[in-house]
């Protein structure tokens, strides 16, 4: 019986969750960090805020939205791969980090009235979902009215030259590095297919719109490797 596309991404993620954040790192040449250190300085999000972190994995990028919003700020990290949370976990309880809920659940029915958080972002992990439009809605929905959705993901280069090199790397060594590092070529084979399907940067700043969100503006990362997208809750 042929898996759906959510039952293999929870395989894949419940398989790889102990070396996920090395693979992370040596997969994108420890760019994912700068990406990400990027795109909180563009949210400048203060402190007392609440913020959801959607497919929050091993929660970095919740460990960094706890720091910005401070003690009294309130953030959620939500995933469905029960062995990512419990790394997650760890990582805050070893932070000191109480404003924080780590729970299970699915990007696709989340778990919250609506107007709920003044932000919610999703890190590499909307390309993993099986209906992008479902996970945006959703993430507009629990967003109060002048909220701030963000989402940083793999994009499509538009460069002719390092396009092709860049899908050479998806496609073939990023899953060598998967079977060398991780004993999980497999895993990352699926990875890097979920990568080339993505929709580019002008194409994903649609959906947003078709989501609802307005003022949706891009920011693309690395000759385009990567893209933060940002759109707002009307107010």
Known sequence: MQQTKEEKVHGVFEKISSNYDHMNSLISFQQH?????????KMNVPEKASALDVC????????????????????????????????GKQKIEEADLEQVKMIQGNAME??????????????????????????????????????????LETSQPTMLGFRQLYFLYFRFIMP????????SYKEYSWLQESARDFPGMKELKQMFEQAGFVDVSYISHTGGVAATHIGFKQK
């Open 56 to 87: 929050c994995g091993t929660g970095d990028w919740t460990i960094a939205l706890a720091e910005a919003v401070g003690p009294e700020g309130r953030v959620v990290g939500l995933d469905f791969s029960q062995n990512m949370l419990n790394v």
């Open 33 to 41: 960090k700068r990406w990400r250190t990027s795109t909180m300085k």
């Open 176 to 183: 060598l590095f998967g079977k060398l590092f991780a004993k």
């Open 110 to 151: 989340l778990p919250f009235d609506d107007h709920t958080f003044d932000y919610v972002t999703i890190g590499f992990g909307l390309r993993n979902v099986p209906d992008y439009m479902q996970v945006l809605q959703e993430m507009h929905r629990v967003l109060k009215p002048g909220g701030m959705a963000v989402c």
